[in-house]
Every structure is written in structure tokens, then in C-alpha cells.
């Protein structure tokens, strides 16, 4: 009885004293997160270039490769970012006996999917999609597996290490796709009543949308041994309105911008920031 006492006296101080607080304020707050990659070993990075497919709207190879030596340089300190020609990763495929997949669409494409009809026809267009704008034979992952063996050939990497100092190397795969999905979509709309009071309802409408899909596989080599370190595979989409127009190239910046932070806290340590409220 007497501890439950305290305690309810306890509570009753703590209250008392939050009423009499007359007003707050809120400091900033940097939590750092460790990263991922121990990269003490190296002085270096070399971004190398990459396997790309999905559409000819955008060059995923060049692309990612100048934004990721552009945030290494302005976000990471450690690591020299080394400036040169990227690699020519589908020659050196085509080198090892890998061949991309002829251009054409897949038989299973329209019909081979389950689902009910407006899934098969949303599918069957977004393929087709896919189909017309791939690049280089490259439209989805089962057609990015044989170009594993070039990122297990130590051997050449290991070269490439020697040729630039044996620094970090960075490569892998992104494949940028359209994308095409019908379906139910809510959004909130006003409504007034016979007396003239606003309020907003929630309205489900079928829509039919456009977008892109971004799947890059980021491979982490080391350039002493031509050993692969480590391994991060990334899946973002973004979808918009039949009527709006939207490049391609602001998509893949878009999609790239919300997977950057995850890539730079492989290498480097980041910063989360956020804030805290006091009362005085």
C-alpha cells in the first residue's frame, strides 16, 4: 500500500510539473549509422561501370555511373573517387562467351501469367512495354543472370585493380523498365452539403497509370584480389497518372535519390537527422 502510494504521488509531481511548463523548444538531433563495408583497406574507388537494360529512354550504365562518382566525391571523405573511361562490361561479357538475349517478346508474355483479365491485360501491356523499349536484349533479371559470371571472374577485376592502383571497385546491374498498372486508386474529394458544409470523402476510381521500375544490383570488388566483398540488391517503382507526362530521366533521378543514402552508408558513415522536443 504504501509503495502504490508513492508511486501515485509520484505520478501526480510529474504531471503537476508538466502543467507547469509554459513553453517548449526543439533542438536538432544527428544520429550517425555505422556503414556496411569496412573500406579502411582502401584509398580509393572506382566506380566501373555497369550491365544495363530495360529501355533506350535512359543510359543506365552511364547514368549511374557518373551520379554514384558525383555523390561519392561530394558525400564521402575517405575515398578517392578515380575519374576515368567506364568499362565496357557487354564487350568483356561477349569476351567470356555471354551473349544477350535476342530483341522480341517473350511467348509467355501476354497469356503465360495468372490472375483475372484486367491483371492479364495490364501484364500483356506492360511486356509489351518492356518488349519495345528494351536495351541491348536486356528486359528483366532472368536476362541479367549470365552476366553473374563477369562480376565472379577475379581474374580480370584483379587486373583492373592493378591498373588503377587497387582501389574499392564498384559495378553490378540496373535495369530501368516501363511499367503499366490498372486498378483501383483512392483519393480524397470535396464534397458540400444542402446547407452548404464542406467535408472530404475518400473516392476509389480505376485508373490506369504509367511509370518505371528501377532494380539495381550494386557489387562491391576488391581491386587488390578481384574478390567480390559484398552484395546489395535495391527494387523501387513509381507510378503517375495516365495524362501526366513525365521524362524518363527525372524517373531514374527520382527512384535513384530514395536508394543514394542506403549506397553511400555502405562505404561511408551517414547521418540521420531529426530533433527533439524539451519543455522548460
Known sequence: MTARLARTAASAALVMALAGCTSSYEIPVETPIQPKL???????VFV????????QDVD???ETVRLLRSQLRTKSTSLRVIEADVL???DVAKDNGIEAPPPGPRPESA???????????????DDKAEDEAAANGIRDE???????????????????????????????????TP?????????????????????VVPVRTYQERKGYILRPTFIFIDGRTGATLHTETFREEILYNQNQTT??????FELMDRLLPSFLNTLSMQKVKGSRVLLK
Open 111 to 125: 497469356t503465360g501469367r495468372g490472375g483475372n483479365g484486367q491483371e492479364k491485360d495490364g501484364q500483356a501491356k
Open 142 to 176: 532472368k536476362d541479367l543472370e549470365p552476366f553473374e559470371r563477369v562480376f565472379a571472374n577475379a581474374e580480370y577485376w584483379k587486373r583492373i585493380g592493378e591498373e588503377y592502383q587497387q582501389p574499392l571497385i564498384v559495378t553490378g546491374t540496373v535495369l530501368f
Open 88 to 90: 565496357p562490361l557487354l
Open 247 to 252: 521524362p524518363a530521366l527525372s524517373s531514374y
Open 179 to 199: 511499367h503499366t498498372r490498372s486498378g483501383f486508386v483512392q483519393r480524397e474529394q470535396e464534397v458540400f452539403d444542402s446547407l452548404g458544409r464542406r467535408r
Open 48 to 55: 566501373a561501370g555497369f550491365i544495363a537494360g530495360g529501355t
Open 60 to 62: 543506365g550504365n552511364l
Open 38 to 44: 569496412d573500406v579502411g583497406a582502401f584509398s580509393r
